[in-house]
């Protein structure tokens, strides 16, 4: 149904939504951009389309319950974005991704690559959208249009497939309290914006053809001879 590689589907519900423009202050900077497709039980739809209830599919957990829905407009486009909130955009590909995406600089991003094998000792790093600047090709783009974002939570922290591959962190609710909330596992640690930089421009460094050098070094074979 999603077309997602090396991934198979295997009480009272509450809700909390809230709204807010830029006003002046630092805003929000986390969030799904409306229009981010998520995989979902009934295939891929518009995240602002979602509702407490709905089951969208997790990278470790199968299909998990939306248990709280939050909305905000991050910029209201009635005066000048800051520099901060701009969103990247993320072309076809670069992150798994099938289709261009926007990610707002704060929103954690799973990636997997042989530098974070190299760097963590695990395939896999978690790290803020905002460090992946320059890296196959994703840039900062001034929005002209008011930024809406959704997040969605879960009983756990979670990681959701998003526009046909991409993986982005959502927290857990915070409907969950007491001793409940105490329990519920924190699976998931983002690296810091300094720490995340290094090990992207790692990845931008292993991403860089390695066949100029091999030919050079067939022709001074060839000179040398």
Request: hydrophobic share 45%.
């Amino acid at each position: 149904m999603f077309g997602l590689r090396n991934r198979v589907l295997g009480g009272t519900k509450t809700t909390a939504e809230t709204s807010g423009a830029w006003d002046g202050t630092p805003g929000i900077a986390t969030g799904l951009v409306s229009g981010t497709r998520v995989a979902t039980r009934m295939g891929w739809r518009p995240v602002e389309a979602l509702a407490v209830g709905d089951e969208v599919l997790t990278f470790d957990h199968g299909l998990q319950t939306v248990i709280e829905l939050r909305r905000d407009i991050v910029w209201s486009a009635q005066t000048a974005c800051p520099a901060h909130l701009w969103p990247l955009l993320i072309p076809a590909g670069a992150l798994g991704n099938l289709r261009q995406t926007y990610l707002l600089p704060e929103q954690q991003v799973l990636v997997e690559s042989d530098a974070a094998e190299d760097y963590l000792g695990d395939p896999f790093a978690m790290l803020p959208a905002g460090a992946l600047e320059g890296f196959r090709g994703i840039t900062r783009q001034r929005p002209t249009d008011m930024i809406e974002v959704v997040s969605l939570h879960f009983r756990r922290d979670e990681v959701v497939f998003a526009n046909i591959g991409a993986l982005f962190f959502q927290p857990k609710s915070s409907c969950l309290v007491g001793d409940l909330a105490d329990t519920v596992a924190q699976d998931y640690v983002a690296l810091s914006m300094a720490a995340a930089r290094e090990l992207v421009e790692m990845m931008i460094i292993d991403d860089q053809p390695v066949y100029p050098a091999e030919v050079d070094e067939a022709l001074l074979e060839v000179a040398v001879a």
